[in-house]
Structure formats: structure tokens, C-alpha cells
């Protein structure tokens, strides 16, 4: 059974930077796809960005494109969200979840629905 552990929250000022990191045990990275989600207080989850596990395709919600980058790293089944220029409302407890489809494409896959096994979360606090 996966098991991921999201860790590297924390609080920010507007414009700085965070990386998180999603620890997967249980498992390969290249089994799956690996996605990022966030939600904030009162609001739906959301899907930020999502990294396939057998050849490393990337794919961005609009709102994060440009700050966001997201890696991996199968050797160590970790994947990360390197997170620039950040803002306000990037405040939110962010999630790593994976998906079974190994060939995730277009932004279905940022619907969070689409993921089965799930972190328990980090906080983001972007404010100063």
C-alpha cells in the first residue's frame, strides 16, 4: 500500500519561496503518477500540477505556471514542488497524491478524483 508523507511547509512572505516534498514508501514512483493539490480554508480542493512517474511529463494548473516546478526523484520516491513568487492566495494546506493511470495527460488529471492514495498535507502561509 502507497504511503506518501508531504513535509517543507511553513509560513512566507509575498514573493519568497518553498519547497515541498512528497515522501512515497510502499511503492515505485514510476508506477504512477504523482500529483500536487491544495485547499484553502472553505474552498474545494484543487490540483496545482502533476508529474508522471515513467517519463517525467509535467502539467500546471494556469494559476501556478511559471513559479511552479515540480520533480522527482525515483531513486529516492520523492517528488517535489519547488514553489517561487509566491502570493497570498497560494495560502492553502497543500496535498501529494498518486494516480494508478501511468500516463496521465491534459488537465483530467488535475481533478482530484482521479488520485487514490493521499498525504495528509502541509501548510503553505504566504503573508507578511
Known amino acids: 500500500q502507497v504511503q506518501l508523507v508531504e513535509s517543507g511547509g511553513g509560513l512566507v512572505q509575498p514573493g519568497g519561496s518553498l519547497r515541498l516534498s512528497c515522501a512515497a514508501s510502499g511503492t515505485r514512483l514510476d508506477y504512477y503518477t504523482i500529483g500536487w493539490f491544495r485547499q484553502a480554508p472553505g474552498k474545494l480542493r484543487e490540483g496545482v500540477s502533476y508529474i508522471r512517474g515513467t517519463d517525467g511529463y509535467t502539467y500546471y494548473t494556469d494559476s501556478v505556471k511559471g513559479r511552479f516546478t515540480i520533480s522527482r526523484v525515483n531513486a529516492q520516491s520523492t517528488v517535489y514542488l519547488q514553489m517561487n513568487s509566491l502570493k497570498p492566495e497560494d495560502t492553502a494546506v497543500y496535498y501529494c497524491?498518486?494516480?494508478?493511470?501511468?500516463?496521465?495527460?491534459?488537465?483530467?488529471?488535475?481533478?482530484?478524483?482521479?488520485?487514490?492514495?493521499w498525504g495528509l498535507g502541509t501548510q503553505v502561509t504566504v503573508s507578511s
Open positions: 497524491a498518486t494516480s494508478p493511470q501511468r500516463y496521465a495527460s491534459g488537465s483530467y488529471y488535475l481533478l482530484p478524483g482521479t488520485y487514490n492514495s
